[in-house]
């Protein structure tokens, strides 16, 4: 089993942890008739099934992942809006983070392979196309890529800057963007987890998140074969 998929640059999923199986979903549902079953087959698959198909949902809650994430702000924003996904297992949000006030940054950013144009017809989306705008590409640099880099890494000199005049970390992180790589743990029930990434690797959602969507779907789906194929059927 694979347990952790770089993604992005810089970014990984690793899974840290989980608990539960296949067996695990329908033992839980099980107990309604006082049974419980110690090898899975194919009347345990109908089941799972039916329980999907019938929404059937809190079996689904017992089988838990712990996954740890290394990505840019922008995605851990997107990510940390999920927050009842991690309440359908837990009662308060299990996800924890990088605190820049304890810590000090190091100097990491995203660095696209290339940007993105912008969409001319859906304000949240981008197209495929690879930008064109070396040519007019203030400050003397040939590449775009290039002055993206610079500017992350001057905002970078700039908190050190700030840092060293002895601002408090948690003032001098304002002045870094959203292309901070940061890490963090996140716990969440097999339901959350699907969830997650039936609304993340969608179209609609922006490529960078959709990557750790993709990801999360390769490592937990060996797991529990049987549950996410019929999760993912139903989404
Ligand atoms: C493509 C895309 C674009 C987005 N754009 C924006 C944006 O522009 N701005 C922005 O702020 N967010 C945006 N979001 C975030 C979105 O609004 C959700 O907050 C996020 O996707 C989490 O989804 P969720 O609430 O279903 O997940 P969870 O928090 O995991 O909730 C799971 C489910 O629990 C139920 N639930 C959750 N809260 C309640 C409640 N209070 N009462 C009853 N039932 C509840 C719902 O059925 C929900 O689907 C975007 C999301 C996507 C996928």
């Not at 089993?1 to 839980?28: A, P, T």
Request: a positive charge; one cysteine or more; glycine letters at 2%.
């Amino acid at each position: 089993m694979k347990i952790r998929i770089n993604v992005l640059d810089k970014g990984f999923v690793e899974l840290i942890d989980y608990m539960g199986s296949d067996l695990r979903h329908v033992n839980s549902a099980r107990i309604s008739f006082d049974k419980r079953k110690t090898k899975i087959d194919d009347k345990d698959i109908k089941l799972i099934n039916y329980l999907v198909k019938n929404r059937h949902t809190s079996p689904s809650r017992h089988i838990v992942f712990t996954f740890h994430i290394k990505a840019p702000l922008v995605v851990q924003q997107q990510q940390i809006k999920h927050r009842i996904g991690s309440d359908y297992t837990f009662k308060d949000s299990p996800e924890n983070t990088i605190s820049g006030r304890y810590v000090e940054w190091e100097p990491e950013f995203y660095i696209p392979a290339y940007f993105r144009q912008q969409s001319s017809n859906n304000k949240q989306a981008s197209l495929d196309k690879e930008i064109e705008l070396d040519k007019n590409c203030p400050r003397g640099f040939t590449k775009t890529i290039h002055m993206y880099e610079d500017w992350c890494n001057e905002a970078y000199d700039r908190y050190k800057s700030l840092l060293d005049i002895g601002v408090a970390r948690e003032q001098a992180r304002l002045v870094l963007p959203l292309s901070l790589y940061t890490e963090f743990y996140w716990t969440a029930s097999l339901q959350a987890v699907v969830h997650f990434i039936s609304l993340r690797d969608d179209d609609h959602a922006q490529w960078e998140i959709r990557e750790y969507a993709k990801a999360m779907k390769s490592l937990i789906s060996p797991i529990v074969p049987h549950s996410t194929k019929a999760l993912f059927q139903k989404k």
